[in-house]
């Protein structure tokens, strides 16, 4: 009698792991399908549109001593990285007319928030900004299906574990 008890609450852990697998399996493969993206990830801005949005607002323009003003000539140097501009480099200028590399600034731009390293003007809207830091720190935390995948497994284990 007791084997029998066993043997009924063994098919009921069995039964509930199975269904348990069953419905992780099919919440993946929903996800697969219709890959993973809600409305709110759609209007995220990937590092690509991000740059591009920076080129659009302050194009690249070749630096020549020449070309820029009078009034420049006294902060001719990059503040990012605390080097002299120097005839013929990718530079971008900003609204408040302060000038840097276009790396140096690029990288500042997404890095930090999205204003001038030297005054604080805001460069880009707002909004743009946040879609792009919100999608950094989503691909930085992006673990849920290596959480799925790990419990699914784990759940493996422990049915083999059960049944030999
Ligand atoms: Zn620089
Ligand atoms: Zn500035």
């Known amino acids: 009698m007791a084997a029998l008890t066993e043997f009924f609450s063994h098919l009921y852990t069995m039964t509930v792991v199975f269904f348990t697998l069953l419905l ?70 900003l609204k408040c007319k302060h000038t840097f590399h276009k790396d140096c600034l690029d990288r500042w731009l997404q890095q930090y928030w999205a204003t001038c390293p030297l005054c604080r003007t805001k460069v880009l809207p707002d909004e743009v900004v946040a879609n792009y830091h919100r999608l950094q720190n989503q691909v930085e935390y992006d673990g849920s299906d290596e959480e799925m995948i790990f419990l699914l497994s784990a759940l493996h284990d422990n049915s083999l574990h059960r049944l030999f």
């Open 24 to 93: 992780l399996e099919v919440a993946i493969l929903i996800r697969s399908l219709t890959g993973g993206l809600s409305d709110s990830e759609k209007r995220l801005i990937t590092t690509t549109q991000y740059l591009k949005f920076i080129e659009e607002k302050n194009p690249t323009i070749i630096y020549s001593t020449r070309s820029s003003s009078r009034v420049d000539l006294s902060s001719n140097e990059c503040t990012v990285c605390l080097s002299e501009l120097e005839e013929g480099e990718k530079v971008r200028k």
